[in-house]
C-alpha cells in the first residue's frame, strides 16, 4: 500500500538584509535562508530582494503618481509575497538606514507590508543585533507586520567556534538548524494568518 504525503501549501517568502555589503553576516543568513527553503523545507519559495537600488526617500521623486521604477519594483516584489524575512543588523543600538528606507517607501499608500508575516534573524557583536529586532517591531506595529515571537535567532559572530567563514558564509551547523526552526514557524504563521477558502 502506498503511503500519501500531503504536502504543505506553497508561501511565497521576501527575504530582505538590512545590510547592503555582499560578504556581509546578515547577508549570508539570507543566502542560508534560501539553501534550507530549497534543500529541506517543504512549502516554502523564498526570494531575495536586494534594497540597494532604492533611493532615499524623498516624495519629490514621485511624479504624477508614479514611484521611481526601482521602488515600484521592489514594492511589486513585497505584495505578491506572503510574509517577509528579515536579517537586520544592528546599528548604534537600531535598524540600519537602507533598511528604515525601505521600509518607509513600502509604506507609501498603499502600504505593502500590511497583514503579512514576519520573522526577524540577525548576526552581530554582543547581543547579536538583538536591539534591532525590537526597533523592527515597534516600526511594524504602524505597518501591520505580523512578526512570529519564537523562536528568537541573533547571533553572536565573535563567539567562538567560528560561525561564519571570510565570505560571510554561514558555517555553523546548530546555527543552521536555528534558522531553520525560524523558518518553519514563519511559514507555520504565515499559513494561519491566510483567509480560509
Do not use: C
Not at 542560508?32 to 531575495?48: F, V
Not at 543585533?129 to 526597533?135: F, I, K, M, Q, V
Request: no cysteine; glycine share 6%; hydrophobic share 40%.
Amino acid at each position: 500500500m502506498e503511503t500519501v504525503v500531503a504536502s504543505k501549501p506553497m508561501i511565497k517568502v521576501a527575504a530582505i538584509s538590512g545590510s547592503l555589503r555582499k560578504a556581509s553576516n546578515n547577508r549570508g543568513l539570507i543566502r542560508t535562508a534560501l539553501e534550507l527553503t530549497k534543500e529541506s523545507i517543504n512549502g516554502i519559495e523564498m526570494e531575495y530582494v536586494d534594497i540597494s537600488p532604492l533611493p532615499m526617500l524623498n516624495t519629490d521623486l514621485v511624479v504624477d503618481g508614479k514611484l521611481p521604477p526601482a521602488v515600484e519594483a521592489f514594492r511589486q516584489k513585497i505584495l505578491q509575497s506572503d510574509s517577509i524575512l528579515f536579517a537586520s543588523p544592528e546599528y548604534n543600538y537600531s535598524l540600519t538606514g537602507p533598511l528604515k528606507n525601505a521600509l518607509d517607501w513600502g509604506s507609501l499608500s498603499p502600504n505593502v507590508w500590511a497583514d503579512k508575516a514576519a520573522a526577524i534573524v540577525s548576526a552581530g557583536g554582543g547581543f547579536g543585533g538583538a536591539r534591532s529586532h525590537y526597533h523592527l517591531r515597534q516600526v511594524g506595529v504602524f505597518l501591520d507586520l505580523h512578526f512570529i515571537n519564537k523562536p528568537e535567532f541573533y547571533l553572536n559572530e565573535f563567539e567562538p567556534p567560528a560561525k561564519f567563514d571570510s565570505d560571510g558564509n554561514l558555517i555553523d551547523e546548530a546555527s543552521k538548524e536555528k534558522m531553520k526552526q525560524v523558518l518553519v514557524a514563519l511559514q507555520a504563521f504565515t499559513l494561519r494568518l491566510q483567509p480560509k477558502n
